[in-house]
């Protein structure tokens, strides 16, 4: 008596199936390590548009003052007193997963100039952003001119 050798159709099914769930793993796995990593890379600059209005302004670059322009879109680094179109230096638009979901700045303004020399702020208080995924981050900013990610 002579058997065929082989896998059975059921067999074939039950393999297929098992690399699907486990391929979906791993496929949402790196989905939200990629959303996280939008969201850090979004608070990175907006740390360093602060960070760069600050040292510009402290170093008298042009003789000006230099800001920046929070909105729920994204932030602008501006030259001048306070926002003008004309004036704008750089431009950041947020990942389209990513958004302001807050901003409370003690003045009533959505931006923050800096006072040459000392690098004093104007404005104080926070941002949060948020993403799809329900992740978070404040940025909090300070009169004295220090950034603080939370």
Same mark, same amino acid.
């Given at each position: !008596?002579?058997?065929?050798?082989?896998? =059975?159709? *059921?067999?074939?099914?039950?393999?297929?199936? *098992? *690399?699907?769930?486990?391929?979906? !793993?791993?496929?949402?796995?790196?989905?939200?390590?990629?959303?996280?990593?939008? $969201?850090?890379?979004?608070?990175?600059?907006?740390?360093?548009?602060?960070?760069?209005? &600050?040292?510009?302004?402290?170093?008298?670059?042009?003789?000006?003052?230099? +800001?920046?322009?929070?909105?729920?879109?994204?932030?602008?680094?501006?030259? +001048?007193?306070?926002?003008?179109?004309?004036?704008?230096? &750089?431009?950041?638009?947020?990942?389209?997963?990513?958004? !302001?979901?807050?901003?409370?700045?003690?003045?009533?303004?959505?931006?923050?100039?800096?006072?040459? $020399?000392?690098?004093?702020?104007?404005?104080?208080?926070?941002?949060?952003?948020?993403?799809? +995924?329900?992740?978070?981050? =404040?940025?909090?900013?300070?009169?004295?001119?220090?950034?603080?990610?939370?």
């Amino acid at each position: !008596m002579s058997y065929i050798k082989g896998f =059975t159709l *059921m067999e074939l099914i039950v393999v297929i199936a *098992m *690399m699907a769930v486990i391929a979906s !793993m791993v496929f949402l796995s790196f989905f939200r390590f990629g959303e996280g990593q939008v $969201l850090k890379s979004d608070v990175s600059t907006v740390a360093s548009f602060f960070e760069e209005a &600050k040292i510009s302004t402290q170093a008298s670059k042009d003789a000006s003052r230099y +800001g920046v322009l929070f909105s729920e879109e994204g932030v602008i680094l501006f030259k +001048g007193e306070s926002y003008n179109t004309s004036l704008e230096i &750089k431009n950041h638009t947020f990942h389209r997963s990513v958004r !302001m979901s807050d901003i409370n700045l003690t003045e009533g303004r959505n931006e923050i100039v800096f006072k040459r $020399l000392s690098g004093e702020a104007d404005n104080e208080g926070e941002i949060i952003l948020s993403d799809d +995924g329900g992740n978070s981050i =404040t940025i909090k900013f300070h009169y004295t001119g220090i950034v603080e990610v939370i």
